[in-house]
T-cell receptor, first 111, second 114 residues
Framework: QQKVQQSPESLTVSEGAMASLNCTFSDGTSDNFRWYRQHSGKGLEMLVSIFSDGEKEEGRFTAHLNRASLHVSLHIREPQPSDSAVYLCAVSEGYAQGLTFGLGTRVSVFP | ETAVFQTPNYHVTQVGNEVSFNCKQTLGHDTMYWYKQDSKKLLKIMFSYNNKQLIVNETVPRRFSPQSSDKAHLNLRIKSVEPEDSAVYLC?????????????FGPGTRLTVL
């Protein structure tokens, strides 16, 4: 079964600085990789979904996928205090199999 | 804007009791899921349902059972709860079941078993 690991566990950044999060997975045959975030006490909000190697941008969020390195990253451009949340990496396990999540990176953005 | 609704928000109960959590989606999706988020914040898939048919059961204990009256509702029943069942239970829905189907999540139900 897919194993998903995220780093760092927590990240503190200043408002306006770039934030970079990492995610490694164990099985490169998965077709779909996603980044979600979860504000305290809230549900999950999907930020970006990426299917092929390279880069995908959704607003201030950019995901980079390198399947050969079993690595997907998330970059947050010009983070704001409202971006403070736990960011979760998820890998699709296939048709109707649901998602496998990492433990998350807690991001804190200070003015 | 919330489109996947879960009730209750919180529930505290004692070992051995039965509990039931509700989930409703207003997105017109045809597939719904239940995930468990444990104390370490790890999210794991429990069930997915499509057209009233169970698609995936990730070897969860038999005291857990999903219940669906129509494609917009998927409830979760736990018979005789145990301390390790304390967690946040998240419901999600998607249109279709493929790899690329975006899942929309509800806010979760936090269960505490005393």
């Amino acid at each position: 079964q897919q194993k998903v690991q995220q780093s760092p566990e927590s990240l503190t950044v200043s408002e306006g600085a770039m934030a970079s999060l990492n995610c490694t997975f164990s099985d490169g045959t998965s077709d779909n990789f996603r980044w979600y975030r979860q504000h305290s006490g809230k549900g999950l909000e999907m930020l970006v979904s990426i299917f092929s190697d390279g880069e995908k941008e959704e607003g201030r969020f950019t995901a980079h996928l390198n399947r050969a390195s079993l690595h997907v990253s998330l970059h947050i451009r010009e983070p704001q205090p409202s971006d403070s949340a736990v960011y979760l990496c998820a890998v699709s396990e296939g048709y109707a199999q649901g998602l496998t999540f990492g433990l998350g990176t807690r991001v804190s953005v200070f003015p | 804007e919330t489109a996947v609704f879960q009730t209750p928000n919180y529930h505290v109960t004692q070992v051995g009791n039965e509990v039931s959590f509700n989930c409703k989606q207003t997105l017109g999706h045809d597939t719904m899921y239940w995930y468990k988020q444990d104390s370490k914040k790890l999210l794991k898939i429990m069930f997915s349902y499509n057209n009233k048919q169970l698609i995936v059961n990730e070897t969860v204990p038999r005291r857990f059972s999903p219940q669906s009256s129509d494609k917009a509702h998927l409830n979760l029943r736990i018979k005789s709860v145990e301390p390790e069942d304390s967690a946040v239970y998240l419901c999600a829905s998607s249109l279709g079941q493929g790899d690329y189907a975006e899942q929309f999540f509800g806010p979760g139900t936090r269960l505490t078993v005393l």
